[in-house]
């Protein structure tokens, strides 16, 4: 069945950094400049910065790892099950713990028919007076070679990343640019050949400086988000992937330079899995019956780990911040899907959504997904199956209403025969269906499962009998 990214505009705020843009390339002047490229500036009042990433080389035997598979889908309420030839290379621990087995599966990242880069060259490209060059540049050349790396992007035929040559303008950009003027200004150095040209695994990455404002859609970045990726399109309908890095001093949880690196190691992963969101979408969104994960996070695969508390952190081998991704084999194995996985347990509660629910996006082509039909004014009881890849003590769930994330007020209540368990416990949900919104047709709404600080989250959907 052919998916639609129905509801992928839509997001909570919690989602701190941007999926691929799906604007039109628009018309705009880039502030002027040199076109060709800078000499990096001098700052007598800071020391030289000492390189501390090891510079990544691909090596022509290392191979790209195959897309993972986790073969047919079952009928909703299946566990692990049996999985896809590629299960054994997943890099898990083994296979999945029998604490809470027999649980709905969580989401698998589906390709809406494009591919990733299977051997990804980032272009750093920053800009006049750039105190952080040295330190960008020496991120973009250490990232693609780290075990944080190949956790979150061997699922889907992703193989090291490495840098392409920095490139140091002389140029800057206006107090606000918009990224229809970025768009313009990479096409013209792209094609006037003061950038060098895109091979099938090329990512721009534009690390814009302090002072400039990047908007998108209307959206200001450092406010409403931290970057984003996308696809520039060439003379001779070739397209070109890039990434843009504002930069903020503090952002969601991060400050300082780890905003950088936060935002740029999220954009690296999602633009290497779905380099061409705007012409051929690759791993984009969730599988069908998951369609409404994207609704509240975005549906890319770091997208679906920066609403976790601990989705930045810094690798033991490895002195940046970056941020955990989605992983289809962990979450097959009903494992933490955000890797590295943090330390302790993972446990989640997954509702069994036994009814297929038509939403139609917009191109009018409607897809089935996973919920419940209630009728307005109506209520239905569902299981709630409690699952750990550990035994850890008892948790506490928690329903809510997500209506706000399609642009409504609440419109469902809910009651739970217990609010705690243990992985294999079943819980018993009844939900009340007050209103219906008038333009979706569906409310979506999440358990959070609870123990200490540590918060994990199951995504369901409501629609119409």
Known sequence: MRRTPLLASVSLAIVIFACGSDHDDGPGDADG????AGDAAGNDARPPYTSVGVRCARDGDSGVPRVFDAGPRGDGD????????????????????????????????ATLGGSGLASPTVIPITFANDDDADRIEDFVASFGCTSWWRAVTRDYGVGDAVSGPPMRRSESFPETVDDS??????????????????????????????GTTVQLQGLSGCTDFGGYHDSVGLAGGQRAAYAVIPRCDRFGPL???DV????ASHEFAEAATDPYPRTTPAFAQPDDDHIVWAAITGGEVADMCAIAATAFFQPGDYPFVVQRSWSNSAAFLGKDPCVPAAPGPYFNAAPVLRDEIPLTGPDDVPTLTRGVK???????TIDVALFSDDVPPPWTVTPQDL????????????????????AGDV??????????????????????????????FFFGLVGDP
């Open 33 to 36: 400049g040199d076109a060709g």
């Open 78 to 109: 299946a566990g692990s099950g049996d999985a896809g030839s590629d299960a054994g290379d997943a890099g898990s621990d083994g296979g999945s713990s029998d604490a809470g087995a027999g649980h709905p599966p969580l989401p698998q990242i």
């Open 181 to 210: 003027v970025l768009q313009k200004w990479l096409r013209q150095n792209i094609e006037s050949g003061s950038l060098p040209p895109p091979n099938p695994g090329t990512v721009y990455a534009l690390f814009i400086g302090a």
């Open 255 to 257: 400050g300082g330079f």
């Open 260 to 263: 950088v690196t936060g935002a």
């Open 374 to 380: 209630i009728a307005v004014g109506g209520k239905a």
């Open 403 to 422: 209506s706000n994330a399609l642009g409504s007020t609440g419109r469902l209540t809910f009651a739970l025969d217990r609010s705690t368990g243990s």
């Open 427 to 456: 819980l018993h949900l009844t939900i009340f269906r007050e209103a219906r919104n008038k333009e979706t047709g569906v409310e979506p709404f999440v358990l959070v499962s609870s123990f200490g600080p540590t918060r994990n």
